[in-house]
Structures are given as structure tokens and as C-alpha cells.
């Protein structure tokens, strides 16, 4: 289909009434991209300060039927998805991300919770998970996928329970795209050999971005008939997030 | 599908004279616009957004090709494939080539306006392939065997029972006693009867709202979870979309995905925003093994650097359908093709030809609301005027049409002629109802009066008082 890729191309080409861009203009538009300049980011998050800006957190995802319980320690965690999983009547059984930032939460305090390590199944109610980041602007959560963190613990069970940290609250989607940049594409550190400009691939050749980032906002729903809003239509039916308050907010 | 565009007349009676779908539209009108309006009233940042998305989209655009070949450099890199179509025909092969290659017998679709547009549906059906359809709307109106008739909401044109019919038609095996008598159980049979389609799908194909070029991502925006279920459970991910969806960074589309929501749905933001970038990684549990992009043109390069390249900034969020009083009133189906509303009377006859669709830039009052909503601020009346002009440069209406704007024209280039008959006609018309003050019925004037009172002219017209008032000021200075 390369006849096609340079059919479409030089269409555009011609539109535009212009050749290919020059170097000097390419030049530009990267660096566009490589400044990673931000765009009007809304005040509501943005000039909070971190206790406001968790409180925005939690009232815009309640606002949307994530219910949002507050712990002070990752030790709570068992207790609060057992008395969550009680008071919801669902069974004390989860599906726990295999990542190693659910490793230190101690189970075995709940002896009667079944916890199983890995990916979700289509027989699994209950999933819990990690994420990278809470958006206070809309109440919004930023999961991405990796071999601790596969995407169907997100998607498959009715129940979905989420570990966010008070510090992993930041302001803007923005700050959420910094956050992903540090974790999987850093910066070359001094004396560290440059790495070929304009390039698309991270710092060893890896892709820019896991493959999935999931921006989650509350539980599935749909409007589709008689715009009546159901939750649950294919994903999970309830979003709940354990907010463990144990450092204050490093953003 | 096959065009209906140039029988919008006969069909947007049917719809009128519909109850059903009269009924529907009425949920629709007051709902959308008043759920934006609640969310725009939160974001006093809002127009200033607006601003900056027409912006984005301007620069994208005015740098297409040079963004594609990156955004098609960092699919690569992710190991990911793009595959270009300069037809809907191209890219109905590609996407055939693809399943056959992986040997499916089942895929599952995500909502994609580019798929309907390419009649990809019917054409894996051809072919021994079933493609399900997952978003609620789109099932529904797929068990229907029709189109969609709004861009967002599929089946807004239809009432519970109708979706209750179609279930009880299509659901042979579930019990036919059962109640189907709300939103709720319909919305949970769907889930039910759908889940295990998601987990025997070979292939997932989904839309995109955005295309990424800084990180060769797709991005999705959805609120079932079905286009999720839909790309990560088969073992290829298609992603098909047209080529003006792209952005250079994720900055910019967040700006974009500000804007998407809340004039869309009036959300603050949907629920599921999700970011791809090529297949499943070394360690990963699940994820599609592979990720192909088919980058759709069909007429969108042509648009560029013309009077219509505007239009390829539509980030489809449907405010303009949903804010249309000619849309409210004749629904989806009467525009006869798969865009309906404003955005669909600028964008189909671009796509299917002025021939075929040259009624819909006439379904206009220009009232002007959807150019007043629209989130990247897209001069969709100009536009339809454009196309106005060029049937007319074209000899594309009706002979008679044709002369009555020939001799209107004749008039209003001679302003003393005009008044002249503007005057006495005016005269005329006051006298013969100044008994009832209005009239009934007139000549040549049925189709204007069948449905409404003319109201008979009174006193002096605004020209002869606008020019008193000019001549008294002047005497006064």
C-alpha cells in the first residue's frame, strides 16, 4: 500500500500548494513536540494546594458514582476492601494486580479474603489494582499497563478497587503526561551518552508510552436508551478507590 | 451504505409524521444542550479552550503530511503497523486482509463513524466473517439493520420498546416471558448476551478520536468500557481512522479532550479515556499481539486548502446535531447517509458528492447555533453557503428554483425596483388582511402557510422609516 501512503501524502502536499516542508521547518515542529508546551490549563486543580487539591479529588470522582474511601496506611487496605466487599454483598474473593506496589499490603490479616495474583478472568467479580496517578480536575484516574498491571484487572470484573496514595494526586491531565514521561521515557542524565534527536523511541529504544493508559472517570455507563444513564454497560459496574492518606503530597 | 441524501425531502416527512421518533428526538433536545450548558457554566475556561482547540487542529492540519510520517514512524517503532487507504474501498481490503490473515471468524467493533462510512459491516459479512457491534446504540441498531442516526448515540431515534422488540427478536434463546420493561434490563441483557462475544473475538477494531504523532498512540474515548473490551481480549487490535485525527502531542490533546466531553455529553470528562500505543509489550498478561492503524483519505486531503478544510477539524462530538432545529425535528435517518446534522451537511457532499447531497446544505435556517456550540469553532453556515453557491455554479437545482433565484437576484441588484414592489406588495397584502390581520392562505406562498398564519403587513416598512429618521437627524445637525 505505498502507493497509497505516497498517493494520500502528495494529496496533501498539493492542497497545501507545497513541497515537502524544509528542514528548517521540520526542525520547528519538533521542537514544538519536544518542548511539550502546555496548553490553557484550567485554574479549578491548578492553584489548589495539595489538601484542597485532594479534597477537588475526591468530591469530582464522587460526582460521578466512584465511591472513594480514606485510609491512613497501607496496612488498612485488607479491612477496608473486606468491609467494602461486605457492605456491597459481594463475595471475599479478588483478583490483585501481580505488581510489587500491592506486595507490602497485608493480606494475610484477612485470613477469609481469596486473593488470587495476576490477570482478570472472565470468571472474576472482584479486581484490585494499583495506579499511576489521580486528576483532581475531573476526578479521574490514570492506570497504565505492564506486566504488574495488566489492562483486563480494569476492564473484565463488575467491581474494580483501585490503591491511590494522597501523593499521587496531581492537578491537571498534563501533570499526568510528565508523570508518564519520568516513569517510562527519562530524561538522559548528565554524561549519560546523547541519544539521537527527533528519534521516536525512548531511552533504549523502547516505545514512548506502555502500550495501554487507561484515563478511568467513575464506572462504566451508557445513555443509549431514552438517555437514561445506566452504570455497569460492558466494564465495571462499581469504581471504588481505597485513598491512603500515609505521605503528604510530594506534587 | 448506500446514500439517501438526495431524498431528504421525502424523508424528513417520514420523520415528521413519526411518533416514535418524534417522542425520542423530544428526549434529546432538551437533555444534550442543557447537560453542556451545566458543564460549560463550570469551566470558565471554556471558550478560551475553544479557542486554542481551533488552534491545534489549524496547526495539525496546515503540518498534516509531516505529522503523519511521524505519528506512522512511532506506530512503527511500538511495533505497531499503519496501513493507508485512499478509498473506503482500500480500506475495507485492508481490514478484510487482515482478519482472513489471522483467520477470524468473530470481531468484535467498537463505535466508528470512519467504519460506517466505509460500509465495513457488510462487507465482512460478504466474506464469512460476523463483526458484532458493541456499544449499546450500535448493537441495538445493528439488530435493527439499519444506520445510525446521531454520531454519539446511535439508536437515539428509537424508544425502549422498540429496543425491547429487537432484543426478543434477536435473543431466541433466552426466555421470551421475560420482562423487558426498562432501560436497566435491557442495558444488563445487552451486557450479558455480549460478554462472551468479547472473549471469542478474534479481531477488535476500534475508532479513534485522536492519533497522537509525538508517541504513535490511538486514543479512544468512551464511556461502556466497550471499546476497551473490544482491544484488549482478541489477538489484534485494527484501529481505523480518518487522517485529519491527528494531534502533535499529548498536550495538545488534552486540550482537545477538555473540550470533547463536556460538548459532547455535557460530562466533565468521560469515563474511559484510553491511550494505545502499538501491541501487547515483553511481560505483559494480555493486550492484542498485534496493532494495525488503517489511515483512512476518502475525499479529506482534497478539503485542504480550500473553503472546506475547516470542516476537517470536527472532533465529532455531535453539539452541532444535537443544537440543530432542523436535525431535532427530522432525526438522523432524513440527512440519508451516516453524518447527519450541520457537520453531516458540509461533510457528505464532500464524501458522497453535491449530486447526491445537495439537500442538506439547503436544511439550514441559519439560525447559526451550531457554529456557536461547535468546540473548535467550525463556520458550518458559511460553509453550507458555500455549497449552496456551487450547486447553483453548477446548474445543480431545479430549473425553476433556478429562475425564481435569477429574477430574486434581477431585484435585489436594483434597490428602486425592489422597493418599489417591496411597497406595493406590502400595501397590497395590508389591505386585503386587515380584517383578520393575518392570512390563511396565499399564492405561491402554500408550503409556507400550510403549517402557519401569515401575519398581514402593518403601517410603514422599515427601509421608508429608516430613511424619515436619517433626513430628520441630518435636519437637526
Redesign the interface.
Known amino acids: 500500500?505505498?502507493a497509497?501512503?505516497d498517493?494520500?501524502?502528495g494529496?496533501?502536499?498539493r492542497?497545501?500548494?507545497r513541497g515537502?516542508?524544509s528542514a528548517d521547518?521540520?526542525a520547528e515542529?519538533t521542537e514544538?513536540?519536544a518542548a511539550?508546551?502546555?496548553?490553557?490549563v484550567?485554574?479549578?486543580a491548578a492553584a489548589l494546594d495539595p489538601a484542597a487539591r485532594i479534597d477537588l479529588f475526591v468530591a469530582?470522582a464522587e460526582?460521578?458514582q466512584t465511591t472513594v474511601a480514606r485510609v491512613s496506611s497501607e496496612l488498612d487496605i485488607p479491612a477496608e476492601v473486606a468491609r467494602y466487599l461486605a457492605a456491597e454483598n459481594l463475595p471475599a474473593e479478588l483478583v490483585v494486580a501481580?505488581d510489587q506496589s500491592l506486595d507490602a499490603i497485608p493480606w494475610d490479616t484477612r485470613p477469609l479474603l481469596h486473593i488470587r495474583r495476576?490477570?482478570?478472568e472472565?470468571q472474576d467479580a472482584v479486581s484490585l489494582t494499583p495506579c499511576l496517578a489521580g486528576v483532581a480536575e475531573?476526578?479521574?484516574l490514570m492506570l497504565a499497563?505492564?506486566?504488574g498491571t495488566?489492562?483486563?484487572l480494569?476492564?473484565?470484573p463488575d467491581t474494580h478497587i483501585v490503591v491511590l496514595h494522597a501523593g499521587q494526586i496531581v492537578a491537571?491531565?498534563?501533570d499526568g503526561?510528565d508523570l508518564?514521561r519520568a516513569r517510562f521515557n527519562p530524561p538522559p542524565q548528565a554524561g549519560e551518552v546523547d541519544r539521537p534527536t527527533g528519534g521516536?523511541?525512548g531511552a533504549d529504544?523502547a516505545?514512548?508510552?506502555?502500550?495501554?493508559?487507561?484515563?478511568?472517570?467513575?464506572?462504566?455507563?451508557?445513555?443509549?436508551?431514552?438517555?437514561?444513564i445506566?452504570l455497569?454497560?460492558?466494564?465495571?459496574r462499581r469504581l471504588h478507590i481505597v485513598l491512603v492518606e500515609d505521605a503528604p503530597s510530594q506534587v | 451504505m448506500q446514500p439517501t441524501s438526495h431524498s431528504f425531502p421525502a424523508n424528513a416527512r417520514a420523520g415528521l409524521a413519526d411518533p416514535i421518533l418524534q417522542t425520542a428526538l423530544g428526549l434529546a433536545r432538551t437533555g444534550f444542550p442543557q447537560r453542556r450548558q451545566e458543564a460549560i457554566a463550570r469551566l470558565p475556561e471554556f471558550e478560551e479552550l475553544r479557542e486554542q482547540g481551533r488552534a491545534i487542529k489549524d496547526h495539525a492540519l496546515a503540518n498534516l503530511d509531516f505529522y503523519l510520517e511521524l505519528y506512522e514512524r512511532n506506530v512503527t517503532a511500538a511495533g505497531g503497523q499503519v496501513h493507508w487507504a485512499r478509498t473506503a474501498e482500500e480500506a475495507r481490503a485492508t481490514v478484510l486482509a487482515i482478519c482472513r490473515a489471522a483467520n477470524a471468524k468473530i470481531v468484535t467493533k467498537g463505535k466508528s463513524m470512519v467504519a460506517e462510512e466505509i460500509a465495513l459491516n457488510d462487507h465482512l459479512e460478504q466474506n464469512g466473517i460476523t463483526p458484532v457491534e458493541t456499544d449499546l446504540g450500535e448493537y441495538i441498531i445493528q439488530l435493527r439493520h439499519e444506520p445510525p442516526s446521531h454520531i454519539i448515540a446511535p439508536a437515539i431515534h428509537l424508544m425502549k420498546e422498540q429496543v425491547a422488540d429487537a432484543f426478543r427478536e434477536a435473543h431466541t434463546e433466552l426466555d421470551p416471558a421475560r420482562p423487558l420493561i426498562d432501560p436497566r434490563a435491557l442495558c444488563d441483557e445487552a451486557r450479558t448476551v455480549l460478554r462472551p462475544r468479547f472473549l471469542a473475538a478474534d479481531v477488535g477494531i476500534t475508532g479513534a478520536n485522536f492519533l497522537v504523532a509525538e508517541t504513535g498512540s490511538s486514543i479512544i474515548v468512551t464511556n461502556e468500557g466497550n471499546g476497551d473490551l473490544t482491544q484488549i481480549l482478541p489477538r489484534i487490535h485494527i484501529v481505523i481512522t480518518g487522517i485529519e485525527k491527528i494531534v502533535p502531542t499529548l498536550e495538545d490533546a488534552a486540550t482537545l479532550l477538555r473540550l470533547l466531553a463536556r460538548s459532547a455529553t455535557g460530562q466533565e470528562f468521560s469515563s474511559y479515556t484510553t491511550i494505545s500505543t502499538g501491541p501487547r509489550r515483553p511481560g505483559d498478561l494480555d493486550g492484542p499481539e498485534e496493532y494495525h492503524v488503517v489511515l483512512l483519505d476518502n475525499g479529506r486531503s482534497a478539503l485542504l486548502g480550500g473553503e472546506f478544510q475547516d470542516m476537517l477539524r470536527c472532533l465529532r462530538c455531535a453539539a452541532c446535531l444535537n443544537h440543530c432545529p432542523v436535525y431535532a425535528a427530522v432525526g438522523g435517518h432524513a440527512y440519508g447517509w451516516v453524518y447527519p446534522g450541520p457537520m453531516g451537511a458540509v461533510l457528505t457532499p464532500a464524501l458522497v458528492g453535491l449530486g447526491e447531497a445537495g439537500h442538506l446544505p439547503n436544511a439550514s435556517s441559519f439560525c447559526g447555533r451550531c457554529e456557536s456550540v461547535c468546540p473548535v469553532k467550525i463556520p458550518l453556515p458559511k460553509m453550507m453557503r458555500h455549497w449552496r453557491e456551487r450547486e447553483f455554479a453548477w446548474r445543480l437545482n431545479p430549473p425553476v428554483y433556478r429562475s425564481g433565484l435569477r429574477l430574486w437576484a434581477a431585484l435585489a441588484q436594483r434597490p428602486a425596483l425592489y422597493h418599489a414592489l417591496a411597497g406595493t406588495a406590502s400595501r397590497v397584502l395590508g389591505w386585503a388582511g386587515q380584517l383578520r390581520g393575518r392570512f390563511r392562505s396565499l399564492p405561491f406562498a402554500a408550503g409556507w402557510t400550510a403549517v402557519r398564519d401569515m401575519p398581514a403587513p402593518q403601517g410603514r416598512s422599515f427601509q421608508s422609516l429608516w430613511t424619515e429618521q436619517q433626513r430628520r437627524s441630518e435636519r437637526r445637525r
Open positions: 500500500m505505498s497509497a501512503r498517493d494520500i501524502l494529496g496533501i502536499r492542497a497545501l500548494r515537502p516542508l521547518q521540520a515542529l514544538r513536540i511539550h508546551r502546555r496548553n490553557l484550567p485554574a479549578r469530582m460526582e460521578v501481580p495476576g490477570r482478570a472472565a475531573t476526578g479521574t499497563s505492564g506486566p495488566p489492562t483486563t480494569n476492564f473484565l491537571s491531565y498534563e503526561w508518564l521516536p523511541e529504544g516505545p514512548l508510552l506502555p502500550r495501554t493508559i487507561n484515563l478511568i472517570t467513575g464506572p462504566s455507563r451508557t445513555g443509549d436508551i431514552e438517555q437514561r445506566q455497569g454497560a460492558h466494564g465495571p
